[in-house]
């Protein structure tokens, strides 16, 4: 063979392979890799048991009462907000509707937890999801006890490290969305208001929906 064609061959070869195995290596990865199960774990008779979302009961902007067994071992995505948020909200709420339009309603589930429930009643979760045009099907705008709200979004959701009570002065606002699989662990954190954390937010749903 050519000299020539044989340096050029060699030259392909050594950019080409290692570029299509780091391809191959990068779909497998986005497509088949498992996510972390996050949060506190114990090993109980050599079985490792994993932090998972407690139950909880609150009332929907329908009026509705909705609990962690309606889930139905559905995928959930949850958020922390509040109706009157003038800044971090809308933007959550807006990416938020993104991922609600990604996938056919009996795929997921999104539940919003209102950090402010003493403003946030029915009629004005109601005004909020007509407001946004939130499609209830499986979005739930959730309010209720505030002791009860914080509890959960301390001790079962894990999204801040402050400590508090649910009292007057204690008050939570986090742009996180947090992926919740089926088994009701805790899957990944995603900055909410951030479209590209919201893109793979999306990839990681759909790997959670091939996981075994």
């Known amino acids: 063979m050519n000299g020539k064609y044989t340096i050029w061959l060699f030259v392909i070869l050594a950019i080409g392979v290692p570029a299509g195995a780091f391809t191959a290596y990068n779909f497998y990865e986005r497509k088949f890799s498992k996510l972390?199960?996050?949060?506190?774990?114990?090993?109980?008779?050599?079985?490792?048991?994993?932090?998972?979302?407690?139950?909880?009961?609150?009332?929907?902007?329908e009026g509705k009462t909705f609990a962690g067994s309606d889930w139905d071992e559905r995928i959930v995505v949850a958020d922390f907000f509040f109706t009157t948020c003038p800044t971090i909200c809308p933007a959550m709420t807006a990416n938020l509707k993104r991922i609600q339009q990604s996938f056919a309603e009996n795929e997921i589930f999104i539940n919003s937890f209102s950090v402010d429930p003493e403003r946030d009643s029915v009629s004005r979760l109601d005004w909020y999801a007509r407001r946004f045009q939130i499609n209830g099907g499986n979005w739930k705008l959730l309010t209720g006890e505030k002791k009860d709200i914080y509890r959960l979004a301390r001790n079962s959701f894990r999204v801040v490290a402050t400590d508090g009570d649910g009292g007057e002065g204690d008050f939570i606002h986090s742009e996180k969305l947090v992926l919740i699989d089926k088994q009701k662990r805790i899957r990944g954190y995603y900055d909410g208001t951030s479209e590209k954390e919201t893109n793979k937010l999306i990839a990681d749903i759909k790997k959670l929906q091939h996981e075994k």
């Not at 774990?41 to 490792?48: D, F």
Request: no cysteine.
């Open 36 to 61: 972390p199960v996050m949060g506190p774990q114990e090993k109980i008779n050599g079985v490792i048991k994993y932090h998972s979302i407690d139950e909880f009961e609150f009332v929907s902007q």
